[in-house]
């Protein structure tokens, strides 16, 4: 696959990532659940596409791709300073620990099941 297209492919899969992130983040309540939802899905994605044995190509055009557009820290850091800022630091907390630990956990998950 040459530079440009796997340019394209992953710019494609980003903006299809960044799409799908930007529906599901709406889902607010006491804590931003479609924040952690959007994390945890590309933790999951990750450790699916890292535990097969896909081309490297692929494997970049859905890790940096897809999980990278779908994942969001700018998301993360945004809610906590807002939470913050509110004097809500119980909800700041979870906020940071979960969208740190259970991405990760997810990741793993995935991993050990496929």
Known sequence: MSDLVLTLAIGAAG??????????????GVLPFGLFLVNILAGAIAGYIYNHNWPFEMILVASIGLAGGLSTFAGVAKEAFAYYHRGRLAQMSLTLAINILMPVLAMRLVIWAF
């Not at 903006?15 to 607010?28: D, E, K, P, S, T």
């Open 15 to 28: 903006g299809a990532g960044a799409v799908l992130r930007w529906i599901l983040i709406r889902w607010q």
